[in-house]
């Protein structure tokens, strides 16, 4: 199971910092990502870190703003998300499952139940 949280209300500019923990598995051995779904629209991918952390994959929407990161001894990965800007509210989901990361080359089984992010301008 994957319980994402930490979504809320921001002013833009600010900043959030999204969880995402994994029990009932070996998600260690799992690529984790994050996708988003704003209402109206279809779900997308954010950002994506490999089983040991040492390769992540981004959005073009989000680089340089969003960091994911993973602590594999707490079963958690995180979304640091700075600079948000209104166009990033939607509800935020975590994802894990075999392969390297991108959406393409990564078979995400298992999903989180989201955690909304609105951001207010």
């Known amino acids: 199971q994957l319980q994402a949280s930490g979504g809320g209300l921001v002013q833009a500019g600010g900043s959030l910092r999204l969880s995402c923990a994994a029990s009932g598995h070996t998600f260690s051995v799992y690529a984790m990502g994050w996708f988003r779904q704003a209402p109206g629209k279809e779900r997308e991918f954010v950002k994506a870190?490999?089983?040991?952390?040492?390769?992540?994959h981004s959005a073009a929407s989000v680089t340089g703003r969003f960091t994911i990161s993973r602590d594999n001894a707490k079963n958690t990965v995180y979304l640091q998300m700075n600079s948000l800007k209104p166009e990033d509210t939607a509800v935020y989901y975590c994802a894990a499952g075999p392969g390297a990361g991108p959406p393409g080359r990564t078979k995400y089984d298992y999903w989180g139940q989201g955690t909304k992010v609105t951001v207010s301008s």
């Open positions: 870190i490999n089983w040991s952390g040492g390769r992540t």
